[in-house]
C-alpha cells in the first residue's frame, strides 16, 4: 500500500486523472511523478448519482500498478457500499464516499478501514457541514466538493470557503488530523482561498492538464499559490 500520509503543513496536489491524456496514459503518469504529485484522484461514476460515466476498476488498476503516487478513488455512485470490495482490490491507498449517496455511510467507512484502506467522504455543495458532525473522527479525508459532481470544467462556488474553515475549526476541536480536500474549480486563485480557509490537498484538473505548460510547472505554480496551513498539531 502507498502511503498517503504526510505533513499537514504541506500542501498536497491531486491531479484529477479523468483530465489526463488517456492515449498516452502511461506518459502522462510518468510526467505526473516526475512533476511531484502527492495523490491522483480518480472519479467513478454510475450514471445515476450523477449523470455521467467515468473511471472502472480495470483502468484504476492499470493506474495503481504503473505509477508510485498513491492513488485516491473517489466514488461518485449511488449506494457505495455495492462497490467497496471489487475496489478494494484495484491497489487504491484511499477511498472517498459521498455521504448522501448511502443510508449506511458508518458502515461503508468502516468497511473500508476493515480491508486496510484510508476512509475519506465527500460532501456536496448542497450538503450541510452537520451531516459530517457524527462521522468526522473515523474519517482520514473529508473531500469538500467546490461544484456539483459530474461533469469538468464548473465554476468554483465560493461559499466553499466557510464550509472548508467550519470542518477545519471542528476538526481541530476534535484535536484530529483531517486532510481536507477540495473538489472542482481549482486554479491558482481558488486553490489559495481554499488553503487559508484550512483545506490541505487541491485537486487540479483544467489547472494541471490544460495549462498549455508542463505538468511540472503547472503543479509548481498551484503549488506556490498555496499558503500552508498552520497546525498546532506538528
Ligand atoms: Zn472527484
Known amino acids: 500500500m502507498k502511503d498517503f500520509t504526510t ?24 510526467a505526473l511523478e516526475r512533476a511531484g504529485a502527492d495523490l491522483l484522484h480518480a472519479d467513478v461514476m454510475d450514471g ?22 498513491p492513488v485516491e478513488v473517489h466514488l461518485v455512485v449511488e449506494e457505495p457500499e455495492r462497490f467497496i470490495d471489487l475496489f478494494s482490490t484495484v491497489g487504491a491507498s484511499i477511498i472517498t464516499v459521498h455521504v448522501e449517496s448511502t443510508n449506511n455511510i458508518v458502515r461503508v467507512i468502516n468497511r473500508i478501514k476493515q480491508l486496510g484502506i484510508k476512509a475519506s467522504v465527500a460532501i456536496n455543495p448542497a450538503t450541510p457541514v ?55 474549480g481549482m486554479n491558482e486563485r481558488t486553490a489559495q482561498s481554499v488553503c487559508r480557509a484550512g483545506a490541505n490537498v487541491i485537486i487540479g484538473g483544467a489547472a494541471i492538464f490544460d495549462t498549455g505548460k508542463s505538468r511540472e510547472e503547472s503543479i509548481r505554480r498551484l503549488r506556490d499559490a498555496c499558503v500552508p496551513i498552520k497546525s498546532s498539531r506538528e
Open 7 to 30: 505533513p499537514m503543513s504541506k500542501v498536497k496536489i491531486a491531479p484529477s486523472i479523468i483530465c489526463a491524456d488517456f492515449g498516452n496514459l502511461e506518459k502522462e503518469l510518468a
Open 48 to 69: 445515476h448519482f450523477v449523470q455521467n460515466f467515468a473511471l472502472n476498476p480495470t483502468i484504476i488498476h492499470y493506474i495503481c500498478s504503473h505509477s508510485r503516487i
Open 130 to 184: 452537520g451531516h459530517l458532525d457524527y462521522i468526522l473522527e473515523y474519517l482520514d479525508m473529508v473531500v469538500v466538493m467546490a461544484v456539483n459532481p459530474g461533469f469538468r470544467g464548473q465554476v468554483f462556488l465560493a461559499r466553499t470557503v466557510d464550509k472548508i474553515e467550519a470542518i477545519r475549526n471542528l476538526a481541530t476541536r476534535k484535536k484530529q488530523h483531517l486532510d481536507i480536500e477540495v473538489d472542482g
